[in-house]
């Protein structure tokens, strides 16, 4: 019983599709990154927490002070395996290096969902 409850639990925290491997946004929301990464480069931080929802803000704390985002809420952001019930991430987090290197041909989009690989190959 023991050997198979531990299977069980194993065997249940692998991703079981390729979006664990990607954040799933909307089309709409991925080309405003896209459009927007050189704004959100600008920030100057090491990791980039992008609130997907809010963008082209770039500044989290002003969406939060203008109502757009609630940043008191934050067990509320879901991402991967426990996305919102959408089925979209609420945040998207790079590395700056990473960012930079985010291209349109590296995200596979339908007319319902985009998905940005959180590991973004890069030829520095």
């Known amino acids: 019983m023991k050997r198979t409850l531990s299977f069980i639990l194993a065997f249940a925290s692998v991703p079981s599709s390729l979006e664990a491997q990607d954040w799933v946004v909307t089309p709409d929301q991925a080309r ?16 980039v927490v992008i609130t997907i929802g809010t963008c082209p803000e770039t500044d989290i704390f002003a969406s ?29 987090v790079y590395k700056a ?7 349109s041909n590296m995200i596979r989009m339908d007319d319902e969902k985009a998905l940005l690989p959180k590991t973004v190959p890069c030829k520095n």
Request: glycine residues 8%.
């Open 97 to 103: 290096s990473d960012l930079k290197c985010l291209t």
């Open 32 to 47: 405003c990154l896209l459009k927007n990464k050189q704004a959100y480069l600008e920030s100057a931080a090491d990791v």
């Open 64 to 92: 939060a002070m203008d109502g757009k985002a609630n940043m008191g809420a934050a067990p509320d952001i879901h991402t991967g395996e426990d996305r919102s019930a959408s089925g979209y991430d609420d945040v998207v």
